[in-house]
Nanobody, 125 residues
């Protein structure tokens, strides 16, 4: 059974940093696309960053240069390093995984099979 469990969320002031973790089990992360999404109240879920099966990364324009996605295949853990946080980064953050062939570089929520329960990030200005 595939499971994704996020942690590391919290409250920070604008300009600060935060790191999110996603512990994966039931599949081999190196063979899947793994990604971070977020959803703010009243808004649609949006893709933040993805690592494709080929290891290439893609970021939403809103987080380029501030967020870094990485993964530890040995420990099946996905990370999201968030620097220079902004108020508009406030959202529930989810990790997701997919083994569909088109998922590399894809930040559409519909391209992902498996989802975690989310971890809240709140940024105060």
């Amino acid at each position: 059974e595939v499971q994704l469990v996020e942690s590391g969320g919290g409250s920070e002031q604008a300009g600060e940093s935060l790191r999110l973790f996603c512990a994966a089990s039931g599949f081999t992360a190196s063979r899947y696309c793994v990604a971070w999404f977020r959803q703010a109240p009243g808004k649609e879920r949006e893709g933040v960053a993805v690592i494709g099966m080929d290891g290439r990364t893609k970021y939403a324009d809103s987080v380029k240069g501030r967020f870094t996605i990485s993964k530890d295949n040995a420990n099946n853990t996905l990370y999201l390093h968030m620097n220079n946080l902004k108020f508009e980064d406030t959202a529930m953050y989810y990790c997701a995984a997919s083994d569909w062939w088109w998922c590399s570089g894809d930040l559409r929520p519909t391209s992902y099979k498996y989802w975690g329960q989310g971890t809240q990030v709140t940024v105060s200005s």
